[in-house]
């Protein structure tokens, strides 16, 4: 995909287009060797804008072979500031962006420890509530055995009256619903 919009925004459309540009790539000078060589890497931009500039006409037919002509003697590129640039690089930004992206970066670890706290809170309240459910189960089960009846004294007598009311209202509430479905289902069937 990224060849085909190269080719594209360089006017390279047909193979032809395509033979003619390696040709630009093609060293020119040493015709005995069999094998053509390469023009040097950094000379890669200036073969591609001068296919570009020959071949800005599309219906224009080439006749011969194209000339590309590069300094043969120029000097390879000096790596010898590599290291200043880098090092002007690493100082572009000045102090106060520097401490604002530190304080920006302490804001983000201290949301993210907020978050990652809250979901250890989120965790802790799903298990209590389902051990609050299953405790409540256990409770109307205990509540409403028939071994209760026989004792001389029934857990009932002993539970706050207020927490018994707030039973028998969930109790009374649950049948309801109970009854509601099996009305309805029966009224399906």
């Not at 389902?130 to 028939?146: A, K, T």
């Amino acid at each position: 995909m990224k060849l085909d919009s190269i080719f594209k925004a360089i006017g390279v459309e047909t193979e032809e287009d395509i033979n003619r540009l390696t040709e630009y790539f093609i060293m020119k000078g040493d015709e005995t060797n069999d094998s053509p060589s390469l023009i040097h890497p950094n000379q890669v931009l200036k073969a591609i804008r001068l296919f570009v500039s020959e071949g800005a006409s599309p219906n224009r037919v080439l006749t011969q072979k194209p000339t590309v002509e590069f300094d043969e003697t120029a000097a390879e590129r000096d790596s010898g500031n590599d290291a200043n640039y880098w090092q002007h690089l690493a100082q572009i930004l000045p102090k106060t962006h520097e401490r604002k992206w530190d304080a920006l970066l302490a804001g983000i670890q201290k949301y993210h420890n907020v978050l990652t706290h809250r979901s250890k809170l989120i965790e802790e309240t799903d298990k209590l509530q389902n051990q609050n459910s299953e405790l409540r189960m256990l409770l109307q089960q205990y509540i409403g055995s028939r071994v209760n009846q026989d004792l001389q004294i029934p857990p009932t007598h002993t539970i706050p009256t207020e927490m018994l009311r707030d039973y028998a209202i969930e109790s009374l509430t649950l049948r309801f619903l109970k009854l509601w479905v099996l009305r309805i289902l029966s009224l399906v069937n």
